[in-house]
Protein backbone atom coordinates (compact mmCIF):
# COMPACT_ATOMS: atom_id res chain seq x y z
CA UNK A 1 0.00 0.00 0.00
CA UNK A 2 1.07 3.57 -0.89
CA UNK A 3 -0.43 6.83 0.10
CA UNK A 4 0.37 9.78 -1.41
CA UNK A 5 0.06 13.40 -0.08
CA UNK A 6 -0.05 16.44 -2.50
CA UNK A 7 0.71 19.99 -1.32
CA UNK A 8 1.53 23.58 -3.07
CA UNK A 9 -1.53 24.36 -4.68
CA UNK A 10 -2.76 27.47 -4.77
CA UNK A 11 -3.99 30.71 -6.58
CA UNK A 12 -1.22 32.29 -8.86
CA UNK A 13 -1.62 35.05 -11.75
CA UNK A 14 -0.94 34.06 -15.65
CA UNK A 15 2.64 34.11 -15.93
CA UNK A 16 3.97 32.80 -12.40
CA UNK A 17 5.21 30.02 -11.11
CA UNK A 18 3.96 26.87 -8.47
CA UNK A 19 5.64 24.26 -6.97
CA UNK A 20 4.08 20.80 -6.57
CA UNK A 21 5.49 18.62 -4.12
CA UNK A 22 4.07 14.82 -2.99
CA UNK A 23 5.30 12.81 -0.39
CA UNK A 24 5.15 9.02 -0.10
CA UNK A 25 4.85 6.57 2.71
CA UNK A 26 4.60 2.67 2.66
CA UNK A 27 6.42 0.54 0.29
CA UNK A 28 10.04 1.28 -1.01
CA UNK A 29 9.09 4.35 -3.25
CA UNK A 30 11.73 3.46 -5.58
CA UNK A 31 9.65 0.57 -7.04
CA UNK A 32 7.08 3.07 -8.72
CA UNK A 33 6.58 4.83 -11.32
CA UNK A 34 5.48 8.24 -10.82
CA UNK A 35 3.31 11.19 -12.09
CA UNK A 36 0.69 13.95 -11.83
CA UNK A 37 -2.60 14.47 -13.42
CA UNK A 38 -5.22 16.68 -13.58
CA UNK A 39 -8.83 17.15 -13.87
CA UNK A 40 -10.39 20.82 -15.17
CA UNK A 41 -14.19 21.36 -14.19
CA UNK A 42 -16.10 19.52 -16.71
CA UNK A 43 -13.60 17.82 -18.05
CA UNK A 44 -11.80 14.34 -17.84
CA UNK A 45 -8.44 13.61 -15.92
CA UNK A 46 -5.32 14.33 -17.62
CA UNK A 47 -2.08 12.62 -18.03
CA UNK A 48 0.30 16.26 -17.08
CA UNK A 49 3.74 14.85 -16.29
CA UNK A 50 5.44 10.94 -15.43
CA UNK A 51 9.20 9.83 -14.14
CA UNK A 52 10.26 6.60 -14.49
CA UNK A 53 11.86 4.57 -11.19
CA UNK A 54 15.50 6.27 -10.84
CA UNK A 55 14.36 9.74 -12.38
CA UNK A 56 16.65 9.48 -15.43
CA UNK A 57 13.44 9.66 -17.63
CA UNK A 58 10.63 12.09 -17.73
CA UNK A 59 7.61 12.16 -20.36
CA UNK A 60 5.26 15.46 -20.22
CA UNK A 61 2.02 16.34 -22.26
CA UNK A 62 3.00 18.68 -25.21
CA UNK A 63 0.81 21.98 -23.70
CA UNK A 64 3.25 21.57 -20.79
CA UNK A 65 6.53 20.70 -22.21
CA UNK A 66 8.94 23.55 -21.69
CA UNK A 67 7.30 25.39 -18.52
CA UNK A 68 6.60 22.30 -16.37
CA UNK A 69 9.18 19.85 -14.50
CA UNK A 70 8.97 16.81 -13.00
CA UNK A 71 11.31 14.99 -10.22
CA UNK A 72 12.02 13.12 -7.75
CA UNK A 73 14.16 12.14 -4.65
CA UNK A 74 13.88 8.22 -3.85
CA UNK A 75 15.28 9.07 -0.74
CA UNK A 76 13.10 11.89 0.87
CA UNK A 77 9.91 9.89 -0.83
CA UNK A 78 9.10 12.80 -2.74
CA UNK A 79 8.31 14.03 -6.46
CA UNK A 80 7.55 17.18 -7.17
CA UNK A 81 6.52 19.38 -10.10
CA UNK A 82 7.98 22.92 -11.07
CA UNK A 83 5.14 24.69 -13.13
CA UNK A 84 6.49 27.82 -14.69
CA UNK A 85 4.46 30.46 -17.19
CA UNK A 86 1.61 29.28 -16.13
CA UNK A 87 -1.49 30.04 -17.91
CA UNK A 88 -5.09 30.08 -16.97
CA UNK A 89 -5.73 26.64 -19.12
CA UNK A 90 -3.62 24.98 -16.26
CA UNK A 91 -6.15 25.64 -13.98
CA UNK A 92 -7.40 22.25 -12.22
CA UNK A 93 -6.82 19.82 -9.40
CA UNK A 94 -3.40 18.01 -9.64
CA UNK A 95 -3.18 14.54 -8.51
CA UNK A 96 0.22 12.51 -7.62
CA UNK A 97 -0.14 9.31 -9.26
CA UNK A 98 2.03 6.22 -8.70
CA UNK A 99 1.56 2.77 -10.57
CA UNK A 100 3.91 -0.46 -10.26
CA UNK A 101 5.04 0.23 -13.61
CA UNK A 102 9.16 1.42 -14.45
CA UNK A 103 7.95 4.57 -15.07
CA UNK A 104 4.27 7.02 -15.91
CA UNK A 105 3.25 7.80 -19.39
CA UNK A 106 -0.21 8.73 -20.51
CA UNK A 107 -1.84 5.45 -20.46
CA UNK A 108 0.08 4.13 -17.79
CA UNK A 109 -2.34 2.03 -15.50
CA UNK A 110 -2.35 4.13 -11.88
CA UNK A 111 -2.09 1.65 -8.66
CA UNK A 112 -2.61 4.45 -6.27
CA UNK A 113 -3.90 8.58 -6.38
CA UNK A 114 -3.27 11.38 -3.83
CA UNK A 115 -6.53 13.41 -2.99
CA UNK A 116 -5.43 16.41 -5.28
CA UNK A 117 -4.23 19.93 -4.50
CA UNK A 118 -6.24 23.02 -6.34
CA UNK A 119 -4.22 25.00 -8.98
CA UNK A 120 -5.81 27.91 -10.10
CA UNK A 121 -4.09 30.58 -12.34
CA UNK A 122 -5.70 34.00 -12.58
CA UNK A 123 -5.67 36.10 -16.03
Known amino acids: QVQLVESGGGLVQAGGSLRLSCAAS????????MGWFRQAPGKEREFVAG????????YYLDSVKGRFTISRDNAKKTVRLQMNSLKPEDTAVYYC????????????????WGQGTQVTVSS
Open 26 to 33: GRPFSMYG
Open 97 to 112: AAARRQTVEVHTPIDY
Open 51 to 58: INWSGTST
